[in-house]
């Protein structure tokens, strides 16, 4: 298997649930620490303009958001499996709570109480990119009584869960689910500044958590931006050519795409040549004088592909 680049940086809760994963799977891979802010010239190169970590590179093939990335991963690496019990399916219709409403009241939580100490860009690009064009952490200060209820009712669902004598939210094993939940639960453990008073009524999480930590992020060795750059350079797209009869937008091989998330987050559109439709992902070839020809992969839940 070619080596496994994830584009990262150390406080991303996004990124944590991928590097759990890959301390998981036991798989050794290459870290590239990017900026928490998007001036990421090489990353941005590659990507066409996505902006979000974690970023999974191999070769010069990218893979765009957590869906896609444990999707490859699974593909490439299936023992252990990230769907023990037969959850095939189950735990992608379980991201879109824990990667939207149950994430953002934990960055509300996190953020909210100490905006007025944060860099002022950080906490401008933050409010735009989960919260809108009419964003306002002020608002979010304020407000803080109400998201603590809300996020302490869906904290209280996972203790719940794991507190009928379950070690992981699937039973025995761990699997998706807990690495979706583990990222939320990371970042309130670590970023809300009361949070270990408010965790304190979920004994099951607080176990289920130090198990997760225990896990550790498998074996990882240090690459700069440039030299991932130079990997995707020096590589040829793996990607083969692959359509999808039943593609309810008649999507084809060879069509210019763009592709962008549904979220008003202000995101640029990424535009492509379409390689590979399935029913799930997307990927489209681009290229740039920086990378050379990539293929960049993207889920088909939560971003609109247009024709162009």
């Known amino acids: 298997m070619s080596e496994i680049i994830i584009h ?19 798989l050794s891979w290459q870290s590239v ?11 941005l190169a ?33 023992e252990p499996t990230l769907f023990p019990n037969g959850s095939n399916g ?26 007025d100490t944060l860099p002022t860009e950080l906490i401008a690009d933050r409010t735009r990119l989960y919260f809108g064009k009419d964003g306002d952490m002020t608002k979010e200060a304020k407000d803080l009584p109400h998201t603590l209820a809300q996020l302490r009712a869906q904290l209280g669902w996972l203790d719940e869960r794991l507190g009928s004598e379950r070690d992981y939210l699937l039973g025995g094993q761990p699997g998706m689910p807990d690495l979706l939940a ?14 270990e008073s408010f965790l304190s009524e979920f004994p099951s999480l607080l176990v289920w958590a130090d198990r997760m930590q225990a896990i550790g992020h498998g074996a990882s060795t240090d690459l700069t931006p440039q030299q991932g750059l130079a990997i ?16 309810p937008q ?4 060879g069509m210019p795409v763009s592709i962008e998330p549904l979220t008003d987050s202000g995101e640029q559109a990424v535009t492509g040549i379409a390689r590979a439709i399935n029913r799930d992902t997307i990927a489209i070839i681009r290229e740039h004088e920086l990378c ?17």
């Open 250 to 253: 008649g999507i084809k091989p």
């Open 33 to 43: 620490e990017q900026n928490r802010l998007p001036d990421r010239p090489e990353l």
């Open 8 to 26: 990262h940086y150390p406080p991303s809760p996004v990124a944590e649930k991928i590097r759990t994963a890959m301390g998981f799977k036991d």
């Open 182 to 195: 583990w990222s939320v639960v990371w970042f309130v453990r670590g970023r809300y500044i009361e949070a």
């Open 46 to 78: 590659m990507t066409g303009g996505y902006r979000r970590i974690p970023v999974m590179q191999i070769g010069a093939d990218i893979y765009c958001d957590t869906q896609c990335i444990f999707r490859e991963l699974e593909r490439r690496a299936p």
């Open 232 to 247: 995707a350079k020096e590589s040829e797209p793996q990607t083969a050519e692959h359509s999808d009869s039943l593609d």
């Open 292 to 308: 050379g020809e990539v293929a960049v992969h993207f889920p088909r839940v939560g971003y609109r592909v247009n024709a162009l």
């Open 90 to 115: 189950m735990p992608f219709a379980v991201s879109r709570w824990t990667d939207g409403p149950l994430f953002e009241l934990a960055v509300r939580a996190a953020f909210a109480p100490v905006a």
